[in-house]
């Protein structure tokens, strides 16, 4: 593993969410150590972001109506209303509320 540092966003999936209660439950019951538990999801943060980035080529459109937006620490957060998304195929979704929250690739001082 390197020494980069990755964002720890798609620990709030449901993969994420899945992996962190799992390694909860192995804490708790002594089969794991915390610190292992740490390098865990270190590399769940490393390799989700890298496989999201090279895998994943789909795209889609949306149309809203921005109710919030906001620009901290680098990350740009948009609550957006009354979403319709359109798939590269065609198909399309719609939603009361969406929430999106977009970092740079690099963290802020990366070349």
Same mark, same amino acid.
């Given at each position: ?27 708790? /019951? =002594?089969? +794991?150590?915390?610190? $292992?538990?740490? &390098?865990?999801? !270190?590399?769940? /943060? =490393?390799? +989700?972001?890298?496989? $999201?980035?090279? &895998?994943?080529? !789909? ?53």
């Amino acid at each position: 593993m390197s020494g980069q540092a990755y964002y720890e966003l798609y620990r709030g999936s449901s993969i994420g969410m899945a992996l962190t209660d799992t390694l909860d439950d192995l804490i708790t /019951d =002594r089969r +794991i150590e915390p610190q $292992l538990a740490i &390098k865990i999801l !270190a590399n769940f /943060d =490393r390799s +989700i972001t890298e496989i $999201l980035s090279e &895998k994943v080529k !789909a795209k889609l459109q949306f149309k809203g109506h921005l109710h919030t937006y906001r620009f901290c620490d680098e990350v740009w957060t948009f609550l957006i209303e009354d979403v319709n998304f359109k798939m590269d195929n065609g198909t399309t979704v719609q939603a009361d509320k969406v929430k999106i929250v977009s970092c740079n690739s690099k963290k802020p001082g990366e070349t």
